[in-house]
């Protein structure tokens, strides 16, 4: 994850993320009110519209970090550390390294971003009625709208758009602000986090069926109440339940694997005195004596005990047919300089994360530059498998 956008700033020891899809939000948020602008003033400049829009954009994008900041400051004065905090579409992500130590301070934790968002947004909405008479505002919006400035123009914006925010978040499905209270409270009823978090990302899922399939009536013309109708409106709501489908099937996961690989080590998961193959052995026999034998498809190339690179099935079919008798292991295999390997007593959820990082199927495992193992991924899946099933049929 952490190649996902770019660094933007520090804030309380915090490293800010932006990731690459907020900057296409960014874009349809400007250009959104650069229309809506366009709408409510036709008197303004092109310059104009389009200086407000970018302004109130980049303001929004501020909202969407305080209220991030919001669930860090309490994450840090209860002793979690977090490190960074990446923006992405609808919102951001604090990246909270440990669980929470308790129901009641997860809870707390949760409720701060939205009751930000909302107390935020009411500021700015109150503002905005102190400045343009607020009674008037009642009885003909639409002449009082279009009297707005630029700078009223935009708090109303921003005040609306962090209370939908707020509410938004509060929706009770995982990984959301409100699953997460969701979350605590039922963990602090049944008192196993696991299976408080299996019903709150339950609650994620069923919440976004209904979202998609609400979108999905919407755009073939259905009324929804507060929703409304219409294809743009429905494919709107489709995508944003699709996108917290992902979100609560992913996040449960992790928090399973985590959950599941706490305190195993390599050791336990590799595969100990893995076939291996010398580097001086032909490409043929490679395929004949080896690839044909064993069911692997990646051995370590050693000599005299000392890693000296792995060779795949993948390598040696880009080895032309008339060259394998004459091509050697060492020519093809990758070297030792370019694989990542492991040691035995490192923790298997770090040994996930630079399999997943690399993206390799196998990480050799050595004791200095002695080989004594290999940590497939495949086995890893087939562990975790197991072990999560086991604890499935125990929820
Ligand atoms: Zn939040």
Known sequence: MQHEGFKMGRIFGITIRVAWSWLVIFALVTFNLVFAFGNMHPDWSTLLRWTVAVVTALLFFASVLVHELAHSLVAKAQGIPIHNITLFIFGGVAHIQEEPKSPGAEFVMALLGPVTSIVLGSALLFFTLLVSGGLRLMQQPEAVLAQFGPLTTTTAWLGSINIILGIFNLIPGFPLDGGRMLRSILWAITGNLRRATWWASFAGRAIAWLMIMSGIAMAFGA???????????????????????????????????????????????????????????????????????????????????????????????????????????????????????????????QALQKLAHREVRQLPVVDSDRLIGLLRRQDMMRWLQLKSDVTMDNL
């Open 223 to 349: 009324q929804i109440p507060i929703f409304g109708q219409g294809l743009a409106d429905g494919l709107w709501l489709a995508f944003i339940g699709w996108f917290l489908h992902n979100a609560a099937v992913s996040s449960y996961q992790r928090v399973l694997i985590e959950d599941v690989l706490e305190g195993v080590t390599v050791g336990q998961m590799m595969q100990a005195q893995p076939p291996t193959v010398p580097p001086d052995v032909t490409i043929a026999d490679l395929v004949n004596d080896y690839l044909m034998r064993y069911d692997t498809n990646a051995f370590p190339v050693v000599e005299d005990d000392i890693l000296q690179g792995i060779i795949c099935l993948h390598d040696v079919r880009s080895v032309a047919e008339t060259e394998r008798q004459r091509l050697t292991v060492r020519d093809v295999m990758t070297p030792r300089a370019q694989i990542d390997v492991i040691e035995e007593d490192s923790e298997a959820s």
